[in-house]
């Protein structure tokens, strides 16, 4: 029988319980609000895809920079993933792979060997580690990630983010609020075209003197694979290696023959990138034109290697292709909004892009050894691009007096559907200065 009594104490109970509940979605909110979102714009997506993933890639920035999974996709129908992480060492990317597991296991991973040499766990700095960790509820997966990476005064931090955040009150932007999350299934191709840093090659027998902590990750890595069914794939990512990175590469191939499992090292494959055309810093990161150069590598090589199926036609995968189809209608918007010169020229290096140039022979743009190797670049690896070197009255006559000293007119591949048609003038030649006219 319902006493007064019994009713009082019900409602009392249901009020604790309605308090405790809002007061926990409004703690969670603001944790969300208050955390760098660096941790989630990329992971975010990953939680929310339902179907398999067949390729997760591993590394640091070089690997977020330089594999691009929409391209895996539209070349060989590849279901991926880019976990890169920008400065992470081989340890946390161990640790990142055993979170990611939890939610998926692929049947492939391929892990950049960047940092091979380095005996810390930890990226250069704690924020750099949240950004990586952070994207993950707790878990006895994270709870182990922690206690094996961090110091113990260090743990608290990772276990409750909001005990490090919960100041960045006067730091918050529209950002914060409206968080654009990564479109890229994880990627973030780069538009910019660096002056590569010199470097002498060293022979294949220069490697580390020793046994690393990273070495020893690597074969927890692989191990950890093997007893879930996955193969392994390692991989140096391009670039204009130093004496340490060209060590690092080096000595993966023992590692690749001590585990028994496959690798590429692209800094003994020079042919697949350039690093004239290729770099979106001096001696780092590459471009969009590099990025799609040694996905296609991977693509092929993949296919050729390993039981990895084409998914394009499964009625699972249709919103892969409608994803897809978007990605491509992104890639011809960021052509038509570059104003530099060199960075539209390397985003028409595209087999999904025709192109048809037309420049002036008296033209500044062709005494540029950059512009013209990026013309070049076009030539080999645009959809059946075209450029034209006319002369002057020959070029006014094809393209008008407007046109400066340079005209592209750009269509889609798939569709031959109209997507640019830009005029570059040049304005100063000591240092060359190229405006966009049109």
């Known amino acids: ?45 990953f939680f929310e895809i339902e179907e398999p993933i067949d390729v997760m890639l591993f590394g640091t920035s070089h690997v977020i920079d330089g594999v691009l999974p929409y391209e895996l996709w539209g070349g060989y129908g590849i279901s991926s993933y880019n976990f890169g992480n920008n400065a992470a060492r081989i340890p946390l990317t161990y640790w990142k792979m055993m979170n990611a597991f939890d939610y998926q296991v692929p049947k492939l991973v391929v892990v950049d060997c960047s940092y091979l040499s380095s005996d810390s766990k930890l990226c250069t700095t704690l924020q750099q580690s949240h950004n990586i960790l952070d994207a993950f509820p707790l878990s006895k997966t994270k709870l182990a990630a ?34 654009a999350y990564n479109d890229e299934l994880g990627a973030t191709p780069k538009n910019k075209v660096a002056v590569p840093a010199s470097f002498e090659k060293l022979p294949r027998d220069a490697k580390l003197p020793r046994e690393t902590v990273a070495m020893e990750y690597i074969g927890k890595l692989i191990t950890s694979c093997r007893e879930r069914g996955v193969e392994v794939l390692l991989v140096y990512i391009p670039c204009p290696a130093n004496a340490r990175r060209q060590k690092e590469a080096n ?9 028994g499992v496959n690798y590429i090292n692209f800094l003994d494959l020079p042919d697949v990138v350039n690093f004239a055309t290729d770099c979106n810093d001096a001696d780092s ?14 693509g092929t090589y993949i296919r050729a290697n390993y039981d990895i199926p084409d998914r394009r036609a499964e009625a699972d995968f249709s919103g892969w292709n409608k994803d897809y189809a978007s990605y491509l209608d992104k890639k011809m918007e960021t052509v038509k909004s570059q104003k530099l010169l060199s960075s539209y020229l390397l985003l028409l290096a ?19 050894a950059r512009l013209s190797g990026l013309l070049e670049n076009i030539r080999q690896y645009g959809n059946n691009s075209e450029v034209l070197v006319l002369s002057p009255d020959d070029f006014s006559a094809a393209c008008g007096e407007a046109a400066g000293d340079m005209l592209a007119e750009v269509t889609r591949a798939d569709s031959g559907g109209h997507v640019d048609r830009a005029c570059f003038t040049v304005k100063g030649e000591a240092p060359l200065i190229v405006n966009r006219t049109e």
């Open 1 to 45: 029988m319902w006493t007064e009594e019994r009713r009082k104490k019900l409602k009392k109970a249901a009020r604790a319980i309605i308090f405790t509940a809002g007061f926990v979605c409004i703690f969670l909110s603001l944790s969300k609000l208050m955390q760098y979102k660096a941790a989630i714009t990329r992971m975010e997506p």
């Open 146 to 179: 922690i206690e094996d990476l961090f110091e113990e005064e260090d743990r608290l931090e990772f276990l409750w983010p909001f005990s490090v955040y919960h100041n960045r009150w006067d730091e918050l932007k529209k950002s914060d609020f409206v968080i």
């Open 251 to 259: 000595s993966a191939y023992d590692l690749a023959e001590k585990y």
């Open 285 to 298: 990161h590459l471009n969009a034109s590099g990025a799609k150069k040694v996905t296609d590598y991977l």
């Open 350 to 368: 595209d087999a999904d892009v025709h192109s048809r140039i037309y420049v002036r022979e008296d033209s500044a743009i062709l005494r540029d």
